[in-house]
C-alpha cells in the first residue's frame, strides 16, 4: 500500500475484500496476482491491462484520489456482482467472464488539474491468472511543468527539424555533380574494376559482368541479378565482406552493408540492378584476398564473388 495514505486506506481495503462473498462451487484455478501500475503524463492514452475473473475481487489502490462518479458503475452493472469506487480504492467482483468480442473499459479521473488527467483500465479474463490487488502510482506533472516539457520539446523539434533540412537538401542533389556537392565524390580519381566472375546461388544468377569502383576508402559493386522463374521472390538483405586466410578458406568477417535495389523485391523470373557500398576498414592489407556475399533478408540465397582485391 501506499505510505501516504497511512492505516485507513489499507483498513478501508481489507474491509471490502472480507465483504465480498466468495465465488460458488469449485474454488477459482487461476494464480492471484498483485501488481503496480505506474501512470505518467505522457501516457495517458495508454490502455493499462486489468484481468478479472467471475466471482474473484479485484482491488484496485489508488495514490492520489480519483473523482469516484467519474466511474460509469451503471455501464459496468451487466457484468458485474459488485462495482464499489471510492476516492482511494475502486474494488470490482465480476459475475461472468468479460467478452472478448467487446471488452469493456472503465476510466476514473483524477481529483485536481495535473496531469496525467485520468487512467483508463482494458478489462479481460485470463484464464491462467487474475489481478486480485493493483496499485497504481499517478506520477503527477503540473500544468508549469507540462509548459517547461513542451518547450523542451519544442525546442528539439527545431533542431531536428534543422537537421531534416539538410539531409533534404543533400538527397535533392542527384548525378555525379550531386556526389560533388555533398561530398562523396573529391578529388581524387575513381577506379573501375571488373573482378572476379560470381558464383551464382540457388535460383539467382548475376547477370553479366559485375563492376567496382574504387574511390579513396569507398567501395561500390554493382551487378544485375537475375531471379530464376520458378524461384521464390528475392529481397535484398545484408552483403557480407570475409577475409580470405592464405589457404583461401574464409577468415573473420570484415564487415557487412545493406544490398540495395529500386525494388522491393525480385519477382520470380525478374532481374534488377543492385550495389553494395561500403567504406574500407583503416590499416586493410593492400594485398589481402576477401569473399563477398551478397544475402537475401532470410539469409538462405546468395551470390558469391570470392577472391576479391579490394
Known amino acids: 500500500m501506499f505510505a501516504s495514505r497511512a492505516v485507513v486506506l489499507p483498513m478501508l481495503v481489507m474491509a471490502l475484500v472480507a465483504a465480498a462473498p466468495a465465488r460458488a462451487g469449485a474454488p477459482d484455478r487461476r494464480v492471484h496476482q498483485?501488481?503496480?501500475?505506474?501512470?505518467?503524463?505522457?501516457?495517458?492514452?495508454?490502455?493499462?491491462?486489468?484481468?478479472?475473473?467471475?466471482?474473484?475481487?479485484?482491488?484496485?489502490?489508488?495514490?492520489?484520489?480519483?473523482?469516484?462518479?467519474?466511474?460509469?458503475t451503471k455501464a459496468l452493472a451487466p457484468l458485474f456482482a459488485q462495482v464499489k469506487v471510492y476516492p482511494g480504492v475502486m474494488v470490482l467482483r465480476p459475475s461472468v467472464a468479460m467478452p472478448d468480442s467487446a471488452r469493456p473499459l472503465v476510466t476514473a479521473r483524477f481529483a485536481g488539474e495535473d496531469a496525467p488527467r485520468q487512467v483508463t483500465f482494458l478489462l479481460v479474463t485470463d484464464p491462467k491468472e487474475v489481478d486480485t490487488l493493483v496499485e497504481v502510482s499517478r506520477h503527477a506533472l503540473s500544468p508549469e511543468a507540462l509548459g517547461e516539457e513542451l518547450a523542451l520539446l519544442r525546442g528539439q523539434c527545431a533542431a531536428t527539424?534543422?537537421?531534416?533540412?539538410?539531409?533534404?537538401?543533400?538527397?535533392?542533389?542527384?548525378?555525379?555533380?550531386?556526389?560533388?556537392?555533398?561530398?562523396?565524390?573529391?578529388?581524387?580519381?575513381v577506379l573501375i574494376e571488373r573482378p572476379v566472375k560470381a558464383l551464382?546461388?540457388?535460383?539467382?544468377?548475376?547477370?553479366?559482368?559485375?563492376?567496382?569502383?574504387?574511390?579513396?576508402?569507398?567501395?561500390?559493386?554493382?551487378?544485375?541479378?537475375?531471379?530464376?522463374?520458378?524461384?521464390?521472390?528475392?529481397?535484398?538483405?545484408?552483403a557480407r565482406l570475409t577475409l580470405l586466410?592464405?589457404?583461401?578458406?574464409?577468415?573473420?568477417?570484415?564487415?557487412?552493408?545493406?544490398?540495395?535495389?529500386?525494388?522491393?523485391?525480385?519477382?520470380?523470373?525478374?532481374?534488377?540492378?543492385?550495389?553494395v557500398e561500403w567504406h574500407m576498414p583503416k590499416g586493410s592489407a593492400p594485398d589481402a584476398r576477401y569473399l563477398m556475399e551478397a544475402w537475401n533478408q532470410e539469409a538462405d540465397r546468395a551470390v558469391r564473388w570470392e577472391g576479391l582485391s579490394l
Not at 490502455?47 to 475473473?53: E, K, P, Q, S, T
Not at 553479366?208 to 521472390?233: K, Q, W
Open 34 to 72: 498483485e501488481r503496480r501500475l505506474v501512470v505518467r503524463a505522457d501516457e495517458a492514452t495508454t490502455l493499462h491491462l486489468l484481468r478479472v475473473a467471475p466471482g474473484v475481487v479485484t482491488t484496485v489502490v489508488f495514490n492520489d484520489d480519483i473523482l469516484p462518479s467519474s466511474v460509469d
Open 161 to 189: 527539424e534543422a537537421g531534416f533540412a539538410l539531409l533534404r537538401a543533400q538527397c535533392a542533389q542527384t548525378g555525379l555533380g550531386g556526389a560533388v556537392l555533398i561530398g562523396a565524390l573529391g578529388p581524387a580519381e
Open 200 to 238: 551464382n546461388g540457388p535460383g539467382l544468377e548475376v547477370m553479366g559482368s559485375t563492376v567496382l569502383y574504387r574511390h579513396v576508402a569507398t567501395r561500390v559493386m554493382a551487378f544485375t541479378l537475375g531471379n530464376a522463374p520458378d524461384a521464390a521472390p528475392w529481397m535484398p538483405g545484408v
Open 245 to 275: 586466410e592464405a589457404d583461401g578458406k574464409p577468415g573473420r568477417v570484415v564487415l557487412e552493408a545493406p544490398v540495395r535495389m529500386l525494388e522491393a523485391r525480385l519477382s520470380p523470373g525478374t532481374r534488377g540492378q543492385a550495389v
